[in-house]
């Protein structure tokens, strides 16, 4: 079974970046970024495919980047002008031909343990 690796979480203050990585086991194709913060549902971030077109959710608004090294197996999330609600616990993902654009977190079957962002005001 393919296995995620995810790093590059950490603290940092409002209007600072991060960039997340997530390290695949084997080649992918369709992937996905997701977050989850305590209490609240897991909700899509960005999404990837083979091609490499791109799908953000709307309260990413131009803020992050999602991008892959198909050599290297690695998926990014450049994240730039952080807030404090961006703050949670990221997670990626590998996702379907068929529905991957919708980042909808069922419908991606496999996923990493995550690595936590936050955000102080």
């Known amino acids: 079974q393919v296995q995620l690796v995810e790093s590059g979480g950490g603290s940092v203050q409002a209007g600072g970046s991060l960039r997340l990585s997530c390290v695949a086991s084997?080649?992918?194709?369709?992937m996905g970024w997701f977050r989850q913060v305590p209490g609240k549902e897991r909700e899509g971030v960005a999404g990837?495919?083979?091609?490499?077109?791109?799908t953000y959710a709307p309260f990413v608004k131009g803020r992050f980047t999602i991008s892959r090294d198909n050599a290297r197996k690695t998926l990014y999330l450049q994240m730039n002008s952080l807030k404090p609600e961006d703050t949670g616990m990221y997670y990626c993902a590998i996702g379907y031909a068929d529905s991957w654009s919708r980042l909808i977190p069922g419908d991606y079957p496999y996923w990493g343990q995550g690595t936590q962002v936050t955000v102080s005001s």
């Open positions: 990837i495919c083979r091609a490499d077109m791109v």
């Open positions: 084997e080649a992918t194709s369709y």
